[in-house]
């Protein structure tokens, strides 16, 4: 397995433990939120919450950029649902693990009222975790905490790929 996307809800950390989960494996970052077509991001800027259709063509380039990714490859995506994650799959041509960044709505509400710049308001957290349906027992995926230092929550990630999910280092 040398592809991933690190998933979650908005504001759970993915940009930040993504890069440093990619930098310690030696495996391209790449953040989903610059795959997604500008007018979604206006919507989501506006206050409001993407529909399958916008999302389609999304994760359609989020499965694409793995499936090319020349190595090994792990990109920020909220996958929040199984049909999402089905699309990324397809799209990537084959297996795909899942790292799982999950935390209460209070943290992340929090890390997310602290951040600045980014389009995803607060207002659209709560459609997010109505919408995240966990990881199925036939997914091949890991669920990490987000309630410690991200050095701790990157190195419970990592020993998530390479134990639960095959990821080999040998293979990078």
Not at 116 to 123: I, W
């Amino acid at each position: 397995m040398r592809r991933a996307v690190v998933m979650g809800v908005a504001g759970c950390g993915k940009s930040l433990v993504g890069a440093a989960l990619a930098s310690r494996l030696g495996a391209l970052w790449r953040d989903g939120d610059d795959l997604h077509p500008a007018e979604s991001i206006a919507k989501m800027a506006r206050g409001e919450p993407l529909t399958d259709a916008d999302r389609a063509p999304w994760l359609a380039r989020v499965g694409e950029a793995l499936r090319d990714a020349d190595g090994p490859a792990l990109i920020g995506c909220s996958a929040l649902t199984r049909r999402y994650r089905d699309a990324i799959r397809a799209a990537a041509g084959g297996a795909v693990a899942f790292v799982h960044l999950s935390g209460s709505r209070e943290l992340i509400a929090g890390r997310m009222a602290a951040r600045k710049g980014h389009f995803m308001p607060l207002s659209l957290l709560d459609s997010q975790f109505a919408a995240l349906e966990p990881l199925a027992a036939d997914e091949t995926g890991v669920v990490v905490e987000i309630d410690a230092a991200p050095a701790a929550v990157t190195a419970a990630a990592l020993k998530g790929l390479r134990e639960g999910c095959g990821w080999t280092d040998a293979a990078c």
